[in-house]
Structure formats: structure tokens, C-alpha cells
């Protein structure tokens, strides 16, 4: 018999952003248990509020893992659509207040490609700068 992993299920208040209810990452022998499944029928949390104030954010199984692990997720950006964490500091004598951020692993994306970017132009120029020097 096989196990089927399905992604999270991350249901928030559309104007805040407060997450209501997280299905977190699950695994069923049924493979059409991600179509099957329906928390607003389940969850009182979710059953006491009108449908459309709802909106959900679905994850494949590995998305954010180690976001995951490492922080904890704040809220639904209600503008945006996207996950945003807090990233507690071990060391911190006493808890800091919260400060929702995007994932780690998206900023850590954009940095790469930023860098990447960077050090094409820096090769442009450096070429640019050669043909000069050199007359070439």
C-alpha cells in the first residue's frame, strides 16, 4: 500500500492576514485525498466565518521546509498573497516581539540573483575597460 504526502493547506483572513488554520504537511493512502479534503467542513475555526472572508494558500509537500523548521509562520501578507515568518533569535535572553518578514529561502533567491547580475556587469565592465587600456 503506498503513502501519499500532500502539501499545507494555509488558511487566513483575507483583510489581516491572521492565520486561521494550518493543515500542515499530510499523508494518506488515499491518492485523491488532496481533492477530497475540506477543513472549511471540519474546522470550527474556519466554520464560523463567512467563506468569502477566507483565502488559502496552498503548498506542495517540500515548499518552505526549512522555513518551517527554522522559523515560525506570522501571518498571510493580504496584499501580496505571500508567507511571511518570524525568525526568533536563540540567543535572545527574553522573546523579541515578532517581526514578519518573507521566507528566508525567497530573500536568500533574490540575493542570488542579484549577486549574479552583479558579477555579469562586473565583467562587462571589466572587458569594456580592457578594450580601452588595450586599444583592442
Known sequence: ?????FGRWI???????E???NTGVSHSTDPKYGVKRNPLDTISKLQERQPETVGVVKLEPEDYEQDFREGVLGRINPETGGLEFYYPDPNAPTPQEPVYQPPLSDQVKVLQEKIQQTDIENKLALMELYQLITGE
Open 11 to 17: 488558511y487566513y483572513d483575507k483583510t489581516t492576514g
Open 19 to 21: 492565520i486561521l488554520h
Open 1 to 5: 500500500m503506498d503513502l501519499y504526502t
